[in-house]
């Protein structure tokens, strides 16, 4: 199967086009709007957005969904009275996966999973969603779009309008633009609506399509090989494969064998303490340390025949310890997880809640740079009434108002994360959080510390000795912001010049330390670094690799490997392909983003990747004996299993599409002997072509029919018995049952059955019956896409014949069903 094949069923999204909207334009969209639906990611911001638009007046009502409400309002939008009917989905509306020949772990070999079909469907428990929206927009002029404003929200926003579109072709899209629920930014979003960007969602598309087909193919290759090989240990276990959980597998194994390659060092250093009268003072060697003992030694007694000190310098100098940035994603991230011990997932479920409420802006940003139309000003005032922190609050007003300090990066989406509305009704977990993204926000909008650093250096021998003292003049931003420490260290005071005698002055030995094992702060820093995963993800790859016990934590919570982890890392680095490493998924991130931006075609990027995973799947399959190898060192020697290739059946390759139900059609072995083609689609779809027992083998030929529709229509190579066809025709050929073959379809005298008629459909219908196999093996001229002669039958050379011998040339007789056939016991 071709590639572009693999992709018809996602080609189904409308390409309403980037760019923001005039007025004028808004006005055109909505011109004659009596209703207009609005649709949110969540049934809580639907609910928050509607009470802000409304002002509280809203009319509630239920949907089909009892977790998806409608909320209708009236509204003056652009000139013009309009009712409002707001509601919501709940995520992605719709899901992708195989077509179902291909779902079954054992249906096929993996590799095939590389260009197999995926079809894009709504699941069963959100069809009540999808049917309100149906229901909804027949009612509606126009569509707006009230998802989050990310990658995974304007995706969303595409499978709202294909719902709706469905039912509407032609209904108006609008797109609402806005970073917090307050009252005035989805005012803000009404007044300024766009356009849905393609771009944004093809990279989602691509993204789903990629993970998809790689994470399928490497876990059922893991999963079915493992669970052979180390039965006892693996039977039930999961040995599943992603693009970005490797990589952040790799990180923890690349940190943990750090450790365990680590070789200690003996170190030796000179330190020297002074008693002074307003306190003791201890001197850092200015050498730091040295590796050889006798050198240092050789120092140390050079210093021991002369110890009298001489104070060779006395400098001070102001030092600043800088607030912090404005926050974004990651970094609240980092700081949840070491300030406050909340772990990612947990810490973007609570943010999440608190933005729908309307505490916070939108979380998932990569911002740090506070936008100029902000006001900053308000919002901290905001924040005046607690008791805790609004005294600090009142004091970035009355010293000149807020001074943000900000960072270099914005992803021209969202500000960074700040609080919207103040609140003193938090409990647990989320007035933790709820206070930190605060203090933060305040601290960012304040000034830096500021402080005085003495430094006195001396001379001992010609060795040089340094200590250090701090005095902090202002705390400032320290005053709100307890995560953060720097303390006072106040030196006794030396004059340049002078001497004294140390209290002591040793050689000691120290030996170096291996690096410590990962925190989660440290793993989603090295994420950020290389380019794994997004800002929205990072926490769920995390869990993955916790869940599928490829890590585990310490009592100190930090990353340690286990078992699994390692075995897998070690095996594919044995193969010679570094799948732990970040670089395969990091170009894809980069793609992704050119993909955004309008700067990469999206099948280009989907048709590399795939092929480039596809190469790395073969070879990897090939050398699968490695990886058997290097967990054996952790579970002991494995089973020996059969060569890949017979771990997996047959692949039952396409033929041509059915023309009930569009799906392929494939060649298969009927239970008691002989062939016939079968719908991908059973048992809801039970068309099929049968082949009389005459035909001794049959398989696909290479070549693909140029004139049959829809295309690809691939010829089939055939063998009969002998004494079933006339003396003059050869036992072995290559024919097409596309339809234009008649004297191979009269010859093989082929049998279509339709099965069971829909439920529109009367029981008995001979016409209806004569029209599927008419479309099936007598392909009418619009099919085919051009107008046939009227003299094809008698000028068209049979391929079933020698060269130069004319073919039969009595009309094909209309196949009738047999339903008997397709019962379930034949597929």
Not at 689 to 703: C, I, K, M, Q, Y
Request: with cysteine.
């Amino acid at each position: 199967m071709n590639f572009a094949a693999g992709r018809r069923a996602l080609r189904w999204l409308p390409r309403p086009g980037t760019r923001p909207l005039t007025r004028a334009a808004m006005e055109v969209a909505l011109r004659g709007a009596r209703k207009i639906l609005c649709v949110a990611e969540k049934n809580d911001a639907a609910k928050g957005i509607a009470d802000l638009l409304a002002g509280g007046r809203v009319r509630r009502r239920e949907g089909l969904s009892r977790f998806n409400k409608i909320y209708e309002f009236d509204y003056h939008l652009l000139g013009q009275n309009v009712t409002m009917i707001m509601t919501s989905v709940s995520g992605h509306l719709l899901a992708h996966d195989f077509q179902m020949q291909f779902r079954k772990w054992q249906s096929c070999n993996p590799l095939v999973l590389f260009e197999a079909d995926i079809e894009k469907y709504c699941p069963e428990n959100f069809v009540d969603i999808k049917k309100t929206l149906e229901r909804e927009v027949r009612q509606c002029q126009a569509l707006v779009i009230w998802t989050d404003c990310d990658r995974e929200g304007e995706n969303i926003g595409f499978e709202i309008i294909h719902v709706c579109r469905a039912v509407k072709p032609d209904l108006p899209v609008l797109r609402a633009r806005f970073s917090e629920i307050t009252s005035r930014a989805v005012q803000a979003a009404c007044e300024n609506l766009t356009e849905p960007d393609q771009r944004v969602s093809d990279a989602v598309d691509v993204r789903q399509e990629l993970d998809l087909r790689i994470g399928a193919a490497f876990t059922r290759f893991q999963t079915l090989r493992l669970q052979k090989v180390f039965p006892e240990v693996l039977a039930e276990q999961l040995v599943s494969y992603g693009s970005c959980q490797f990589p952040t597998l790799g990180f923890v194994v690349e940190r943990f064998k750090a450790i365990q390659a680590f070789v200690p060092e003996v170190f030796h250093k000179i330190r020297v303490t002074h008693d002074h009268r307003d306190g003791v003072v201890e001197f850092s060697w200015k050498r730091h340390r040295l590796f050889s003992h006798t050198a240092c030694l050789v120092l140390y007694q050079l210093c021991m025949e002369d110890p009298r000190a001489t104070v060779v310098e006395v400098r001070s100098k102001a030092r600043s310890k800088w607030r912090p940035q404005a926050l974004d994603t990651v970094e609240l991230e980092k700081l949840a997880s070491r300030k406050l011990r909340i772990n990612a997932k947990e810490t973007m479920r609570i943010a999440e809640k608190l933005y729908t409420q309307g505490y916070i802006s939108y979380p998932r940003t990569e911002t740090n740079i506070f936008p100029k139309g902000l006001d900053l000003a308000a919002l901290v005032e905001q924040q005046t009434s607690d008791p805790r922190w609004g005294a600090f609050a009142r004091s970035i007003l009355e010293q000149g108002g807020p001074t943000p300090r900000n960072g270099n990066q914005s992803d021209q989406a969202h500000p960074p994360i700040h609080p919207t509305k103040y609140t003193d009704s938090l409990q647990g977990d989320e007035q933790r959080l709820y206070e930190l993204i605060v203090r933060h926000f305040l601290a960012c909008c304040s000034r830096d510390a500021q402080g005085q650093e003495t430094t006195v250096e001396i001379d001992i021998a010609q060795e040089r000795f340094v200590a250090h003292g701090l005095v902090i003049l202002a705390r400032n931003y320290l005053d709100v912001y307890p995560y953060d420490h720097w303390s006072d260290k106040v030196l006794p005071g030396y004059e340049r010049g002078s001497r004294f005698q140390p209290s002591t002055v040793e050689m000691v030995d120290g030996e170096t330390s291996p690096p410590q094992l990962l925190t989660e702060a440290d793993l989603i820093a090295l994420m950020e670094k290389h380019g794994i995963g997004t800002d929205a993800t990072h926490a769920e790859h995390i869990e993955t690799i916790k869940a599928r016990m490829y890590v585990g934590l310490t009592p100190d919570k930090r990353f340690l490997p286990g078992h699994l982890g390692m075995g897998l890392v070690e095996g594919y680095d044995a193969m010679g392909y570094e799948m732990s490493k970040p670089d395969l998924r990091a170009e894809l991130e980069a793609d992704l983003k050119l993909i955004c931006e309008g700067k990469k075609d999206k099948l280009l990027v989907l048709q590399q990747q795939v092929q480039k995973y596809k190469q790395v799947f073969v070879e990897a399959v090939a050398k699968a004996e490695k990886l058997d190898e290097a967990l054996s060192q952790y579970f002991g020697a494995g089973a020996e299993v059969a060569q890949p290739e017979a771990l997996y059946p047959a692949v039952s390759e396409p033929i041509r599409k059915c023309p009930q139900c569009g799906k392929d059609m494939v060649l298969k072995t009927k239970k008691g002997g002989g062939f016939f083609l079968s719908c991908t689609g059973f048992p809801e779809c039970r068309s099929a072509v049968w082949f009389p027992n005459t035909v001794l083998e049959a398989s696909r030929d290479g070549s693909v029919c140029p004139v049959c529709q829809p295309h690809p229509v691939y010829r089939l190579k055939l063998k009969l018995k002998r004494g079933s066809l006339p003396p003059t025709m050869p036992l072995e050929f290559v024919g097409c049952v596309g339809g234009c073959d008649e004297t191979l379809q009269e010859v093989l005298d082929l049998r279509f059955s339709r099965g069971p008629p829909g439920p529109s459909q009367p029981a008995h219908q001979p016409s209806g019956c004569l029209q599927a196999s008419q479309a099936l093996n007598g392909m009418d001229s619009r099919q085919h896409g051009h107008p046939r002669p009227p003299d094809t039958r008698q000028a068209r050379p049979s391929s079933l014949l020698t060269p130069g011998r004319p073919g039969p040339r009595r009309r094909w007789p209309a196949p009738c069903p047999h339903p008997q056939r397709t019962s379930k016991a034949t597929r």
